[in-house]
């Protein structure tokens, strides 16, 4: 009898044996979303605070993550020549939670005066390792999900481990303040939530060891240079690295400053802060499974198109929060960025991965996605360098625009004033992303995907759909049911409309799927 080893790949899978992997790949992504939430966020520079780190050291901190992404290009390397994905999830997975153990102990064990530096060293090594992991995981998963249903599953895992994300933040953002109390030291309750963190991740990074892999397909290129600069060769793919590269820049830079903005800005606390963030969460839970079925039935191209500019509304909206300081619109008004924030995060979460997957060739898919990775982690780790140096240079200026009516112009002392816009500070930064996301949504319409349909007469039925629920003659009851449901008749009538163009053009836009 011959005895497999659980790391070694297989040629074929069953579908039985699919399903089994796809169940643990649930669990796995719960435990890993789990894990960064905790470690991330808000969660982050309160440690380091809480050890004594200044503000360089914070903001190095909080550059790590995406700084991290460029390890992308040395795993490409590793996985290709080793070729055994799951092995080097575990090993590198593993690695990296037990470095973030050790952060956590560092205020209980560390000597005094060097707290900073090796919290600094095990988070390094932290986000080192689950980059490489990360990069072996992403190719195994791309060879193991079907096709038709990747973004359907992806987005099912996603809503899971949102709505524990969701949970979680909200519990640990109330439970700090107790384990302050308890522990008589903030630092120790920091130290707490990142062991809770480790605990999680190590729970994912040992599920990977029920994932069956499949073999590894032979790639063509026997050059490693070649194979790496493959996806920059690749006129298609390098649209996608460069609209990749553009949009992490624009969600990085802005999302920087958002909490920073409700905190200075608003004068918001942080515990209204973790309740209008659990808006957008609850709205992504939602939206991630609308978002998978489009992307399924149509292109992730499609959904990317929707979400894109909605995200863009979101960044202009910002400044009106303030005009120039908190009016009765206030919090309305964030509930409502949150708002389409939770719609719009959903999607390109969802499809921006998605699409990377899915355009990035079986045979050299590692190269392709380990790509895609490190150019959204340069632009990522530059981002909230160059919003920080906007935000300094604008601190002290400002452009307003009043809206003055005067009744009588001989009477000036009776004119009806009022603010119209204020951009100050951080508004000049909103301002700014909302620019290079706008190149961005540029960039993304060049892109090729099959199946995308024409954005005008998806966005005629959308608003068609919209507008028969407000003033629909059915009443107020059913008005709001369908308000509350996303027009899936309205897309397969655009499958329709779209159909009559003529044969040819259908099956350059729709595809081949003869339900659509």
């Not at 790509?371 to 002290?396: D, H, Q």
Request: hydrophobic share 50%; aromatic share 10%.
């Amino acid at each position: 009898m011959v005895c497999v080893k659980w790391y070694e790949p297989t040629d074929s899978l069953s579908d039985e044996e699919v399903e089994k992997g796809l169940k643990v790949f649930s669990w796995e992504s719960l435990s890993s979303h789990s894990m960064t939430l905790l470690v991330t966020g808000a969660f982050l520079p309160g440690m380091a605070l809480a050890i004594g780190a200044g503000n360089f050291m914070i903001g190095l901190l909080a550059s790590f993550a995406p700084i991290a992404q460029m390890a992308q290009i040395p795993a490409i390397f590793v996985v290709e020549k080793v070729q055994l994905r799951k092995l080097l999830t575990v090993v590198f997975g593993i690695g990296s939670r037990l470095c973030l153990v050790a952060a956590a102990l560092v205020p209980f064990c560390a000597p005094e005066g060097s707290e900073v530096f090796l919290f600094t060293l095990f988070m390094i090594l932290f986000f080192l390792g689950g980059s490489f992991a990360g990069c072996s995981m992403a190719s195994l998963i791309k060879d193991l999900l079907p096709e038709n249903r990747r973004g359907s599953i992806i987005a099912s895992r996603l809503s899971l481990a949102t709505a524990m994300g969701a949970v979680l933040s909200i519990s640990a953002g109330y439970g700090l303040k107790g384990l302050t109390s308890l522990l008589d030291s903030e630092s120790s309750a920091y130290s707490v939530i990142f062991l809770v963190a480790a605990c999680f991740g190590l729970v994912g990074s040992c599920a990977v060891i029920w994932i069956p892999e499949p073999r590894m397909p032979k790639r063509e290129e026997k050059n490693w240079l070649r194979t790496l600069i493959a996806p920059v060769r690749d006129p298609n793919f390098r649209k996608l690295l460069i609209f990749s590269a553009s949009w992490s820049f624009t969600v990085i830079m802005s999302c920087a400053f958002f909490v920073v903005y409700m905190l200075e800005r608003i004068g918001i606390p942080m515990s209204t802060i973790i309740l209008i963030a659990v808006v957008s969460q609850v709205t992504n839970i939602y939206f991630f499974r609308v978002w998978g079925r489009i992307a399924d039935r149509f292109s992730n191209k499609s959904v990317l198109a929707v979400t894109v500019p909605l995200f863009i509304v979101l960044l202009l909206l910002w400044p009106f929060t303030t005009l120039p300081e908190r009016h009765n619109f206030t919090i309305p008004l964030l509930l409502l960025i949150h708002l389409i924030g939770g719609i719009s995060t959903a999607g390109f979460n969802l499809c921006a991965a998605n699409i990377a997957l899915k355009l990035a060739p079986p045979g050299n898919a590692t190269a392709y996605l380990g790509a895609n990775a490190f150019c959204a982690g340069a632009s990522a780790a530059i981002a909230p360098i160059v919003g920080g140096m906007i935000a300094s240079y604008f601190a002290l200026k400002e452009v307003s625009l009043d809206f003055l009516f005067r009744a009588n112009i001989e009477i000036p002392e009776e004119a009806f004033s009022m603010p119209a816009l204020s951009f100050r500070g951080i508004d000049f930064v909103f301002f700014a992303a909302a620019i290079t996301g706008l190149y961005a949504w540029h960039r993304l319409s060049l892109i090729q995907e099959e199946g995308t349909v024409e954005e005008s007469a998806v966005r005629d039925e959308v608003f068609s759909s919209v507008r028969n629920s407000i003033f629909g003659t059915a009443g107020l009851s059913m008005g709001l049911r369908r308000m509350t449901a996303f027009p899936y008749e309205m897309l397969r009538r655009t499958g329709r409309g779209v159909r009559k163009v003529g044969k040819k053009r259908v099956k350059k836009e729709i595809g081949a799927d003869p339900e659509v």
